[in-house]
């Protein structure tokens, strides 16, 4: 059977009030912004972006097969006159306008994930769990801001019956925009903690930037709210007065109404009973850490309350992997033997810095194995950071983590409050810590290596990846 269009060009240029120059393809079978990973049959969007305009990529993407190509009118005529091309004033507000559109004639119960940690990892559980029931649309890794929500809607077939946004923010304002296309029957917020500190006058102000969510809900919408977070009164209060009628909490404390009864944490899982809105679930969760075991307890709420059959949403959790940079664990075959690298890369808060830490300890070493964390400064802390950065001494010692490498100058706050022995090596930035973390690494180690993006340490984790190839990624090279 062949795959039904996602869009006509028709059905575009009346969503984005277009003009038509050429002749574009009738139907449109994806959207993308990206000339080189686009597909034949997609409609490129020409995206302004911090780096690039995307008008510099449009005969790129017409020859890689685009079905047409959306252009500002002040650029038409740099484009050959038979261009297949959809002609509008701003190409990313007809591409919230193509959003828009699409949330319009869509019947699908939708979700909206928001928090300071877990957004992605809560939103990929969402897609398993529902995805296993029923044709599920979510955004791509952590498509969450001004042009990855729209684009995420502008994605989203109107077969699909369940639909999950990420939304993220750094500054005020930027939710209540972005949930007001989206406009979901379920909001979740994940967590809220000292994250973007730099921006806000303090974890309040982050808590009411985050409680935007509830300017979006559907009338009958539900907010799904983390009970033991200490500005839990105070979400609750904004949801009361943004008129959200139903709210449903998550979390340990007794009162929660879907709340954790019991966990058993394993290296690379977890074993769960919870209470979900009063029905009792056992369940094993793919993904190991009690912050990921919380997180669970929202994804299974809101599936309940989006109509999914709760039995099969637990069992689905146990195939929830982590996402890329959150988590995913590799074998290093260093020739002698083999140690774990654990890739939380992505980005890095003291919430999530500390989680990760808590991770790392539960993993299972070998006969001669440590626990190292190679940590990269968490950035966008304002006064705090170095506070916040030395204070990961404590979650260091918690958890029987044995050596730690540090880059950065905000991680020399960390490096200059632990003990010698728990010392590995600092550098600046993480290209000059990588020799000294590959000469430490011997059998039996498992390292994990988590910073802020800025911080660049995902700049190790490939190092050691190609140089330490498991099996798997050798015979790929050899094929």
Known sequence: MSKPPLWTSDAMVEAMRAAVSGTPARDVFGISIDSRTLAPGDAYFAIKGDVHDGHAFVDAALKAGAALAVVETAQRDTFAADAPLLVVDDVLEALRDLGRAARARL??????VTGSVGKTSTKEALRGVLGAQAETHA????????????????????????????????????????????RPHVAIITTVEPVHLEFFSGIEAIADAKAEIFAGLESDGVAVLNRDNPLFERLVASARTAGVGCIVSFGADAGADARLLDVALHADCSAVHASILGRDVTYKLGMPGRHMAMNSLAVLAAAELVGADLAMAALALAQVA??????????????????????????A????????LGVLGQAAVGPQGRRIAVLGDMLELGATGPELHSGLAEAVRNNAVDLVFCCGP????????????RRGGYAENAAALESQVVAALRAGDVLMIKGSLGSRMKTIVTALEKRFPDKAARDDAAV
């Open 139 to 182: 955004s791509v890794a952590s498509f969450n801001n001004h042009w990855g929500v729209p684009l995420t809607l502008a994605r989203c077939p109107a077969s699909a019956r369940y639909a999950v946004f990420e939304i993220g923010m750094n500054h005020a304002g930027e939710i209540e925009p972005l949930v007001k296309m989206v």
């Open 107 to 112: 019947g699908a119960r939708v979700i909206a």
């Open 349 to 356: 808060n003291p919430a999530s810095m500390a989680a990760a």
């Open 322 to 347: 982590p996402a890329a940079g959150r988590g995913v664990r590799r074998a290093l075959d260093l020739g002698h033997g083999e140690a774990t690298l654990i890739d939380e890369s992505y980005n």
């Open 410 to 421: 905000l991680m020399r706050n960390l490096w200059d409050a632990l003990s010698s022995g």
